[in-house]
């Protein structure tokens, strides 16, 4: 049996391009669609406190890495004046999307043990650990967690925070709430 090279070379050519669609529909499109979904699960919550004043400074998105096993998460940091009921507000914004949020102790804990522990180098005239993450009593540090997502949230009141945010180029950057002005975190991660 003859075959037809030219055939032959075209139905490769065909068959090449069904199997790069594929992998692209099966590679590309899980990996939008993941992103997409904790964006999504964070929306309300971001729609909601920016109606009652909160400005975006900045935020990151990491939709996690199937290689090492990290899980999505996304966050958002916003300027908004403080008052008194601020927190409660927060909450109850948390709580339309089936959010309880509580003090987060175990942040607050881990917080103040590193500062005890890097007490040599802690610098306590900014309150800031050297890699940046700060610990105030006068931050509100609140956390939830439902449905295999967590949701944290920092009211950070008359201190120092150290924005982690690739938009912007405001990684890194040094924030401080001062007056009537707080830096609010409100983030999301996937969980186990």
Do not use: W
Not at 1 to 25: D, E, H, P, Q, S
Not at 29 to 43: A, F, R
Not at 55 to 65: A, E, I, M, N, W
């Amino acid at each position: 049996m003859i075959i037809n090279k030219t055939n032959f070379i075209k139905k490769r050519r065909v068959l090449l391009a069904v199997i790069v669609v594929l992998l692209g529909y099966f590679i590309v499109v899980p990996v939008l669609t993941y992103e997409s979904s904790i964006e999504k699960d964070l929306k309300p919550i971001n729609e909601s406190i920016e109606k009652i004043g909160a400005k975006k400074v900045c935020s990151y998105l990491s939709q996690g890495d199937r290689f090492t096993d990290s899980k999505p998460y996304y966050y958002k940091y916003y300027s908004i004046s403080d008052n008194p009921q601020l927190t409660r507000n927060i909450k109850s914004i948390a709580q339309q999307s089936g959010y309880n949020l509580k003090p987060d102790t175990g942040r607050m804990d881990e917080l103040k043990k590193r500062i005890d522990e890097e007490n040599s180098t802690f610098d306590t005239t900014k309150n800031l650990s050297p890699d940046g993450e700060s610990f105030s009593d006068k931050t509100d540090y609140l956390e939830s967690s439902v449905n295999k997502k967590s949701l944290a949230v920092q009211i950070h009141r008359d201190d120092i925070t150290s924005l982690q945010c690739i938009d912007g180029a405001q990684y890194g950057v040094k924030r401080v709430s001062r007056g009537n002005e707080v830096t609010l975190f409100i983030g999301i991660n996937y969980l186990d």
